[in-house]
């Protein structure tokens, strides 16, 4: 059996059907319910052929969000963010700025209707961002995300430098991933991130990598189009 979570940064099915893609930017911290708020009838517009597909790039202001199959013992410290109910697949995650945020609205129906597949495509680009800071990230079979193996802290070490959790809705994505760019990473110490107790988490500052988010931002572009194929006149 093809597995899937291996071949799908390569799979011809995901590639752009021509319908276009709005790439948005956010420079401020955008409001969890705002960002909420402007997915879901972005996604309806995407449905009904009345939008183009979209990928918008943010950070949030400190807060915790629980996915659908998020325990209420994983979230350590209640009070200290805002928590919200996500609607997307997963656990606990922690948001905020420091963060890159990547919402994810594509029409599955245009390319491949396979929700495994589709995050193997997302795994995958979140790969190659971080191959471009000579960063080896890989994928795991049992749990969702990227992670990079930390040997000076022992041979099975590893930390969590992103996470995935989508929703699809008509066959259209929502949500996407985020990438620990420099957030405050004792934040993530108020829950269970994805529920995972025996890693940790890192980002690129914490790796020695200095990198600012415009440049984050312009290598997600890049590999974004080089993993799902958007041609030039699909911008």
């Not at 972005?42 to 629980?66: F, K, N, S």
């Not at 802290?153 to 620990?180: C, Q, T, Y």
């Not at 914490?206 to 030039?232: C, H, K, N």
Request: proline share 6%.
């Amino acid at each position: 059996m093809v597995n899937v979570r291996e071949v799908l940064g390569v799979d011809p099915a995901f590639r752009s059907a021509g319908s276009g893609l709005e790439w948005r930017i956010s420079d401020e911290p955008v409001g969890y319910a705002e960002a909420v708020a402007f997915m879901e009838a972005r996604v309806a517009a995407i449905a009904a052929g009345e939008a183009p597909e979209c990928v918008w790039l943010l950070e949030h202001p400190p807060l915790y969000t629980a996915g659908t199959s998020a325990d209420p013992r994983d979230l350590v410290e209640p009070d200290r963010f805002p928590v919200f109910k996500a609607g997307r697949g997963g656990q606990y995650t922690y948001h905020g700025p420091g963060q890159r945020i990547a919402y994810v609205m594509l029409d599955l129906k245009r390319r491949k209707p396979d929700i495994r597949a589709f995050v193997a495509a997302l795994e995958e680009w979140l790969i190659k961002v971080l191959w471009a800071f000579h960063i080896r990230g890989e994928r795991r079979e049992d749990r969702v995300g990227v992670w990079v193996r930390r040997p000076e802290r022992g041979l099975d070490a590893e930390d969590k430098i992103a996470a995935i959790g989508i929703r699809v809705r008509k066959w259209v994505s929502f949500h996407g991933i985020s990438l620990n760019v420099d957030p405050d990473l004792e934040h993530f110490s108020g829950i269970v991130p994805c529920g995972v107790r025996d890693h940790g988490v890192t980002s690129l500052v914490d790796l020695g990598i200095p990198v600012s988010m415009a440049e984050v931002d312009s290598v997600l572009r890049a590999e974004f189009e080089a993993v799902f194929q958007y041609a030039p006149d699909d911008k």
